[in-house]
């Protein structure tokens, strides 16, 4: 009876194993489907500062609380989910512009960075650019938008849709002016409301 009860033991452990053996159907493409998901990253930085420069002097500074790069897509990219802060310096040292966005998305291939979502551009004079959306091409130096933009500038706040500029924030031109208004008449407004 013993015997019959190992027999039974040892046979019900066979089965058993030649069943997992047998289950795990997954192909070859499902098991790199599953491993290279796009969902997620091949890498990941937290807290990441990036220092560039040009002859130990250093040029660009970008900062990013989480950069996610994504290596093993056709165009591989990196995103910047919660934000990133680039500040530009030039030659003597001082800030020159400053870029920040609560998203952004750096193709390498195309050598551009898409930033969206409460972008704010700061140029050396103090003129503020604000948009939903912009785009720095890194190779052609410059920044484009085709949202929605508002500048601030000491004399008046411009609005309009679209907008190229060098990457200095310097020299810009708005493509579609949807007002103007002087500083000085936006405080007298608020002086007469009091």
Not at 10 to 34: D, H, P, Y
Request: charged share 25%; hydrophobic share 35%; aromatic share 8%.
């Amino acid at each position: 009876m013993r015997l019959v009860r190992n027999r039974i033991h040892i046979l019900s452990i066979l089965v058993l194993a030649t069943g997992m053996l047998f289950s795990c159907s997954n192909s070859k493409k499902e098991i790199e489907r599953i491993t290279y998901s796009e969902d997620f990253p091949d890498e990941t930085t937290r807290d990441a500062v990036i220092r560039f420069s040009d002859s130990a002097q250093v040029m660009v500074i970008l900062t990013a609380p989480i950069i996610n790069r994504y290596l093993n897509e056709v165009d591989p990219y990196t995103e910047m989910t919660e934000g990133m802060h680039v500040v530009f310096y030039t030659d003597s040292g001082t800030v020159d512009t400053d870029i920040s966005a609560d998203y952004a998305k750096h193709l390498p291939e195309q050598r551009v960075i898409e930033a969206e979502n409460n972008v704010i551009v700061k140029n050396a004079n103090g003129d503020i650019l604000s948009t939903e959306q912009l785009t720095w091409d890194i190779g052609g130096k410059r920044i484009f938008s085709n949202a929605f933009v508002k500048i601030t500038t000491g004399e008046e706040i411009i609005y309009g849709d679209g907008l190229e500029s060098n990457q200095e924030f310097t020299k810009y031109q708005i493509k579609h002016i949807k007002g103007i208004i002087s500083v000085d008449e936006e405080n007298s407004s608020d002086e007469d409301v009091q």
